[in-house]
Structure formats: structure tokens, C-alpha cells
């Protein structure tokens, strides 16, 4: 029986204000101004993302609104 390997995120360096992360074999920049003030190179991290329903919401409505004021039948 095979043991799972956790799949994890990983600093890998700071360039400017972006932290390189190391997921499996990609790399991708993040803000670095959305990570933990103590964060540094070599730390392991976890990302708990939910979608927020409510703004995902306003901001359909306030498109769709925009869309009807364009498209104003004269």
C-alpha cells in the first residue's frame, strides 16, 4: 500500500513584492503583501479559499445593471 504524498506550497524566494511559490512541479508568483508578516523563504504554507456568494453577488448585479444602461432601448 502507497502512502500519500501531501501536495505542498512552498516560499521559495521574495523578488520585489512577489513571494515564488513551489507547488508540485509549477511556480507561481504571489502577492507578497497577502502572506503573513512572518512568513519567509522555506515555509510551508495553507491556503483556505471560499468563494464569497454575497460579493460575487453585488458584483453580477452591479455588471447586469451596467449592461441594461448600455443597451437602453430608445
Do not use: H, Q
Not at 3 to 14: N, Q
Not at 23 to 41: H, T
Not at 44 to 67: G, P, Q, S
Amino acid at each position: 500500500m502507497s502512502r500519500k504524498i501531501p501536495k505542498l506550497c512552498i516560499i521559495d524566494r521574495f523578488e520585489g513584492d512577489w513571494a515564488v511559490i513551489e507547488y508540485e512541479d509549477k511556480i507561481f508568483n504571489f502577492p507578497k503583501e497577502l502572506l503573513p508578516k512572518e512568513a519567509k523563504e522555506g515555509d510551508v504554507l495553507k491556503f483556505d479559499v471560499t468563494v464569497d456568494i454575497e460579493e460575487t453577488e453585488k458584483r453580477k448585479k452591479a455588471i447586469e445593471d451596467l449592461v441594461k444602461d448600455l443597451f437602453v432601448d430608445e
